[in-house]
Nanobody, 116 residues
Framework: QVQLVESGGGLVRPGGSLRLSCTAS????????IGWFRQAPGKEREWISC????????QYVDSVQGRFTVSRDNARTTAYLQMNNLEPEDTAVYYC?????????WGQGTQVFVSS
């Protein structure tokens, strides 16, 4: 059974940092592209970042560019999202997604709450 599990969310003050992890079981992440998404209360889920299967290419939505960094450790079947200088607008449930051709797996999400 394939599972993706996000962790590392929590409550943080504006300007703080969190590092989210996305750990896979049942598959080896090598070969899968990884995407990070988030869904704020009352809003649709939005794509925020992705990293290629080899980790040599990354992309970010403008609102997190320069503050968030995506990375991966294929040997540990884990992907990461380092989030710095967090803002209240970053409050959301964060999800990771692993895709390989028609294979498509989502995690259950981890809550990030940015508030003073």
């Amino acid at each position: 059974q394939v599972q993706l599990v996000e962790s590392g969310g929590g409550l943080v003050r504006p300007g703080g940092s969190l590092r989210l992890s996305c750990t896979a079981s049942g598959i080896t992440l090598g070969g899968y592209a990884i995407g990070w998404f988030r869904q704020a209360p009352g809003k649709e889920r939005e794509w925020i970042s992705c990293i290629s299967e080899k980790g040599d290419s990354t992309q970010y939505v403008d609102s997190v560019q320069g503050r968030f960094t995506v990375s991966r450790d294929n040997a540990r079947t884990t992907a990461y999202l380092q989030m710095n200088n967090l803002e209240p607008e970053d409050t959301a449930v964060y999800y990771c997604r692993a895709t390989y051709y028609s294979l498509d797996y989502w995690g259950q999400g981890t809550q990030v709450f940015v508030s003073s």
